[in-house]
Each structure stands twice: as C-alpha cells, then as structure tokens.
C-alpha cells in the first residue's frame, strides 16, 4: 500500500501575477482532455491534474444510495463532495486509497470549483456515456422536446499555469473595512477561483444570494492591503454595482468545463441558453438517457 500523504489544512496558493500579466489559458472539450483536471492540485509550484474513478458497479450504487438516505438534508454541494470522495481513488498527488472518509473529503472541498465540476461530469461520462437528453421548453414559443447533448464535446478551459489563476480587479465604490481593521474603504481585490469549499459549506435550503456570497468570499484572496478579512459579513456591504462586476470578472477569470447551454428551438428556431442540470436524481438516473 502506498504511503498514506500528510494533509496540510492551508492549500498552497498561485503566485500573485505582475502588472500586466495576461493570464495563460486554452481552449479543449472533455473528449480531449480525458481524465486530467483544467486547473489541477497545486503542489510545489506545480499543477497536479492526473484523477481516477473506481469501477461504478452495483456494490458502488448500493453505497451512494444508502450514504443519501443517511444525510437526506445534505446540500447539493455537500452531495457532490460526499460522492467525489468515495469514487476518487486518485487526485492529483494523492491515492484516496490510503486517506480515510474525513480526509478524502478535505481533499475534495480544498479543489477549485470547476476542477469538482470537471470531475463530476467525468464520473457521469464514464458512468452512463457522455449523452444525456436534457427537457426543455423554449422561452418564446413555448415548444416542448428533449434536447441531447454530448458532454464529451463540453467545451473546457484550461489554465496553464498557476499565475492564470490570480487577477486583480478595481472596485468602484469598495469594502467598508469592519471595526479594528482601520478606516480606509479598500477599492483593489486580489480574486482567484473559488474552492469547492464555498459549495459544500452551502445549506440545503440556501438561496441565489448567498450562493453569490459564499462564492465571493472564496474567491477573495486579498482585499486592499490584507487588513480587511473576505467574509461574509464584511462583504454584505458590497453594492450591487460591485458586486455583479465581481461576479463577471470571476467568471471571466475561473477555468473549467461550460456549464450553459445553447439550445436552438426546432420549432421557431429561438436560441435557448440553460444551465447543465447536474442535480443527482437526473443527472445519473435513467431519467436523464
């Protein structure tokens, strides 16, 4: 048996870019980029992209079924870390096969965001086959079918590097430091991608809102000097200005799979964009072939 990794709480962090710096991405689809993450596990300077399922055989559908009735209120991000957790037996540097239950899931929760999202539609490709058959009713005319997609063509992005991950952004009208942290409203963040932590900590009946805040909170490195913390209840004071710019540069910022579909009505032709539904019960059900 390999020897079992020593797991550090603090996950190390990509190097803070120089001025100017234009971050280093490119463009592949799970097809082609087959089982390695977009960004990886950072270690040592370098991006760890290397994971592997084990077999999904009945025993494995026996087991993640009875884990879900175990913890019926889990949220679906917690979910998600439970499952990545029992079928991963390799992430990046890591054999999942030498770290108990608490340990795999630490690992799962410190991964960037879209690194889970890459690996859970992996899973469902490797599972069920990359098609699924999506329902959809189209927003002009009202036309019901069902759509399929091949997910092995999800358009993904890859970050080549640890400094495409870190950007800075100006704020327009800043964070109120809270008390203690001095009186100068910061107006520069540092962001990077969120980790998949800010989903997990998320409750079951949690709304869009503080989706949005915990995902923001994550994906603050640093705000002005560092004096200020990136928590929720500094960061309520985000105007709505702020925060739905924070919100694009993110977005623009986070590698990984596409997440939104473009569906064309084949009725009147409409273009149709929603959201990959990736919720348990259809995506890795028969509902969903």
């Not at 054999?95 to 992996?122: C, H, K, S």
């Not at 969120?194 to 009946?205: E, G, I, R, V, Y």
Request: net charge negative; aromatic share 8%; proline share 7%.
């Amino acid at each position: 048996m390999s020897e079992k990794v020593k797991l550090n709480a603090a996950i190390e962090q990509p190097p803070e870019p120089e001025e100017g710096h234009v971050p280093d991405v490119s463009s592949s689809t799970f097809e082609e980029w087959g089982q390695r993450l977009p960004i990886g596990v950072l270690q040592g300077g370098s991006l760890h992209r290397d994971f592997a399922f084990r077999r999904w055989t009945m025993k494995e559908e026996r087991a993640l079924e009875k884990m879900r009735k175990k913890n019926r209120r889990l949220s679906m991000g917690a979910l998600v870390t439970n499952v990545l957790a029992y079928m991963l037996t390799r992430l990046g540097p890591y054999d999942f096969e030498t770290l108990d239950d608490g340990q795999r899931r630490m690992v799962v929760n410190q991964m960037w965001m879209p690194d889970v999202m890459y690996a859970y539609i992996y899973l469902r490709i490797e599972a069920l086959g990359p098609e699924v058959k999506f329902p959809v009713e189209c927003d002009k005319c009202g036309h019901k079918w069902k759509f399929a997609a091949d997910l092995s063509r999800t358009d993904v992005t890859i970050a080549e590097n640890p400094e495409a991950l870190v950007r800075s952004h100006e704020l327009r009208d800043g964070i109120v430091p809270p008390p203690g942290a001095g009186d100068e409203v910061a107006h520069t963040v540092l962001l990077q991608p969120p980790t998949w932590q800010a989903m997990s900590a998320l409750k079951q009946d949690g709304n869009m809102g503080d989706v949005k805040l915990f995902l923001m909170s994550s994906a603050m490195r640093k705000i002005g000097e560092g004096r200020i913390p990136a928590i929720p209840d500094v960061l309520e004071g985000l105007t709505k200005f702020d925060l739905e710019h924070l919100q694009r540069v993110i977005d623009d910022l986070t590698p990984g799979p596409e997440l939104v579909l473009e569906v064309d009505c084949p009725s009147c032709d409409h273009e149709n964009k929603r959201s990959l539904d990736w919720s348990w019960d259809f995506f890795f059900t028969a509902s969903s072939l």
